[in-house]
T-cell receptor, first 111, second 116 residues
């Protein structure tokens, strides 16, 4: 079946450093990918998305890279701030638009 | 605040009781999804509505679970004869199809269910 996995369950960074969170997916037919941020007790919050016909997309302080050859995507956060501390999920779109999520990476930002 | 609301935010119930959760999607969104999230895991898809039609149900949705979206607006998720394994966060999301295929699902805050 389809699966999405993250490479590291926890990532610790210093405030001001850049963060890179990685994700792998199994279904080469997936055409759309989304990164969500989830803070404790809240629902997932949309960060950035990318279609499979792109390999890079930039937002405010965030960049998503997609490598379809190895079925890998990453989320880069520039100048990480304490408010970025949360669990980050990548998700791939499956049939009927359902999202298939990985297990998440917890980002801890230290001052 | 994404505009998707869920009620109640928390629910504690005893095993064997029935519970019902409500989701109000973003008003112009015709697609609505339910997901379940257990501690330390990503959300898992449960079911999907387009307007009032329930188009897909996951194998996770046992016979004790039923979802409705009677007028194509709000949705309810009912769990009958709750079991301790039903304890989880139940998330609702909504979206609307757009040209280009970048259809973002926006999530509500979730309903956290604890079955004692």
């Amino acid at each position: 079946g389809e699966s999405v996995g993250l490479h590291l369950p926890t990532l610790s960074v210093q405030e001001g450093d850049n963060s890179i969170i990685n994700c792998a997916y199994s279904n080469s037919a997936s055409d759309y990918f989304i990164w969500y941020k989830q803070e404790s007790g809240k629902g997932p919050q949309f960060i950035i998305d990318i279609r499979s016909n792109m390999d890079k997309r930039q937002g405010q302080r965030v960049t998503v890279l997609l490598n379809k050859t190895v079925k890998h995507l990453s989320l880069q956060i520039a100048a990480t701030q304490p408010g970025d501390s949360a669990v980050y999920f990548c998700a791939a779109r499956g049939g009927y638009n359902k999202l298939i999520f990985g297990a998440g990476t917890r980002l801890a930002v230290h001052p | 605040d994404t505009g998707v609301s869920q009620n109640p935010r928390h629910k504690i119930t005893k095993r064997g009781q029935n519970v019902t959760f409500r989701c109000d999607p973003i008003s112009e969104h015709n697609r609505l999804y339910w997901y379940r999230q257990t501690l330390g895991q990503g959300p898992e898809f449960l079911t999907y509505f387009q307007n009032e039609a329930q188009l897909e149900k996951s194998r996770l949705l046992s016979d004790r679970f039923s979802a409705e979206r009677p007028k194509g607006s709000f949705s309810t998720l009912e769990i009958q004869r709750t079991e301790q394994g039903d304890s989880a966060m139940y998330l609702c999301a909504s979206s609307s199809p757009i040209m280009g295929g970048q259809e973002t699902q926006y999530f509500g805050p979730g309903t956290r269910l604890l079955v004692l």
